[in-house]
């Protein structure tokens, strides 16, 4: 069965400063590969998705994921954050993805903190 | 448009007593899942609607937990005989066919 790993639960960080979310997932023959967002006591947010071709990824808030299929990761990064950006952000992987069975299984999270 | 809209937004309930928790999908999504997002076990898949297709319930916790979608929208999620160990709060998504998943707002159950 798949599974994913976020290695930080929690990653502190200063305004305007770069940051990188890494998530881990195991292998699989085909494996797409999704972050989503949550805002205090909101619902998920898609942030980016990847399906297959470009590696680089780019999705909404000017943040960008790298899937590296030798190293089974895929870090999320922002280049510099704001203090909107503090949440929860959450990876996650499905093994079909338009077929028949579309099912998210999730990393634990990583609680990102903005700090002025 | 509408988004994914889930009722109650919170609930309370008595251990032993049963819930019933509702999600009503974007119109003209076909797939509809329920998750569990709880502190220790962080999110969990629960139970996936495709469709006329027999739902996926290889996530539901216990016998205690089951859920129906009738008419192929709105979907309820019934806890019966609520235990401490259920509170957490329940997420529902919808998508079309079975690509990219909107979450509703979710609704927090607190079993006392």
């Known amino acids: 069965a798949q599974s994913v790993t976020q290695l930080d639960s929690q990653v502190p960080v200063f305004e305007e400063a770069p940051v990188e979310l890494r998530c881990n997932y195991s292998?699989?023959?085909?494996?797409?590969l999704f972050w989503y967002v949550q805002y205090p006591n909101q619902g998920l947010q898609l942030l980016l998705k990847?399906?297959?071709?470009?590696?680089l990824v780019k999705g909404i808030n000017g943040f960008e994921a790298e899937f590296n299929k030798s190293q089974t990761s895929f870090h999320l990064r922002k280049p510099s954050v704001h203090i909107s950006d503090t949440a929860e952000y959450f990876c996650?992987?499905?093994?079909?993805?338009?077929?028949?069975?579309?099912?998210?299984?999730f990393g634990k999270g990583t609680k990102l903190s903005v700090k002025p | 448009g509408a988004g994914v809209s889930q009722s109650p937004s919170n609930k309370v309930t008595e251990k032993g007593k049963d819930v019933e928790l509702r999600c009503d999908p974007i119109?003209?999504?076909?797939?509809l899942y329920w998750y569990r997002q709880s502190l220790g076990q962080g999110l969990e898949f629960l139970i996936y609607?495709?469709?006329?297709?027999?739902?996926?319930k290889s996530g539901l916790p216990s016998d205690r937990f089951s859920a129906e979608r009738t008419g192929g929208s709105v979907s309820t999620l019934t806890i019966q005989r609520t235990q401490q160990e259920d509170s957490a709060v329940y997420l529902c998504?919808?998508?079309?066919?079975?690509?990219?998943?909107?979450f509703g707002p979710g609704t927090r159950l607190t079993v006392t």
């Open positions: 998504a919808s998508s079309r066919y079975s690509d990219e998943q909107y």
């Open positions: 609607f495709q469709g006329n297709s027999a739902p996926d």
């Open positions: 990847y399906l297959s071709g470009s590696t």
């Open positions: 292998s699989s023959v085909s494996v797409y």
């Open positions: 996650a992987v499905s093994d079909h993805y338009g077929g028949s069975q579309g099912n998210l299984i």
């Open positions: 119109s003209g999504h076909t797939a």
